[in-house]
């Protein structure tokens, strides 16, 4: 089938490819010249045969609000669109609630499997209503990894960014245990091989995954992290499923905690424990470290 798809960055870029690779018809556009199929949105949906389908793979926020309200002015009834990107689910519900009274449909796809996803299939979380969702199953078969596992709609509009958001929270809590487990082996006079340590852990155990695949490489290429400062940032979706999380009351322990543990590897100097040291100072006249600077 016919795509029209909005951003062709490194997932873009190799989303277009597998879909191809797959025998569907993409027609692409990036603000990027060197690798866009077309000059302008307006362009790429002439491009395309009614009734239409349009995957936007832009950054969240003004970029993608931007973007759907253009192809609102641009496609017909009957057509669909399809957000892609890192979006907040509750954006999901005014972008197609700007679309629906011109009769195009709204699907929003929650995507993971980064730079890997064009050999291994990407994982798509959807939202919407099963008649939209259906238009655009094609493409969805094709970007999932063969297969059972890896593709789900999740429910109306927003679920699937709201699943995918959820998916991203759980990434961090896994990413920080790894990363105190790899802290403690090297802290550790008992062990002396710390990557071959995590790399045992790769095949028959219980904490097996693609991230710790990932981390294995990542040490294969410099075992002390050397050339890395310890410095995370973080792209927004952790903080929301923790505020999700306060809304509804539900504990995340382990996910609000590598989410503060990110916040503080920001900080060159901790006005928190700097605090804590006063204290102590203060109610038992516990020595303090002085400030190098004073």
């Known amino acids: ?28 556009y990036d603000r990027n010249p060197d ?13 395309l045969d009614a009734p239409r389908v349009v995957w936007v793979m832009v950054p969240a ?34 972008h197609a609630e700007k679309l629906a009274p011109k009769g195009i449909g709204y699907v929003d796809c929650g995507v993971s499997g980064g730079v890997w996803g064009l050999q291994n299939g990407y994982a798509l979380m959807v939202g919407g209503s099963a008649e939209h969702v259906a238009k655009a199953q094609p493409i969805f078969d094709a970007l999932k990894p063969e ?20 998916h991203n929270g759980i990434e961090y809590g896994m990413m920080q245990a790894y990363a105190e487990g790899f802290e403690l082996l090297e802290a550790s006079e008992i062990v002396d091989d710390v990557p071959g340590a995590i790399k045992s852990w790769r095949k028959g155990t219980v904490i097996q995954s693609w991230l710790l695949d990932l981390l294995d490489r990542a040490l294969d290429d410099d075992p002390k992290l050397a050339k890395i ?27 609000s905690a590598s989410l503060f543990a990110r916040f503080g590897s920001r900080q060159e100097e901790s006005p928190t424990m700097k605090a804590v040291a006063a204290l102590r100072h203060q109610f038992g006249g516990h020595a303090v470290k002085e400030d190098a600077d004073g």
């Open 1 to 28: 089938m016919q795509l029209g798809l909005i951003g062709l960055g490194k997932m873009g870029g190799n989303m277009r490819e597998r879909l191809r690779r797959a025998g569907h018809d993409v027609v692409g």
């Open 35 to 47: 690798v866009a199929d077309v000059a302008s949105l307006a362009e790429l949906v002439e491009r």
């Open 61 to 94: 926020g003004d970029a993608t609000r931007q973007t759907v309200e253009e192809l609102g002015e641009l496609l017909s009834e009957g057509d669909v669109v399809v957000d892609g990107g890192n979006s907040r689910f509750t954006d999901d519900k005014v």
């Open 147 to 166: 297969g059972e596992f890896g593709f789900v709609h999740a429910g109306g509009v927003g679920a699937g960014h709201y699943t995918k958001m959820v």
């Open 229 to 255: 400062a310890g410095y995370a940032a973080d792209s927004g979706e952790g903080r929301w499923t923790v505020e999700e999380a306060i809304r509804l009351g539900v504990p995340l322990n382990v996910i």
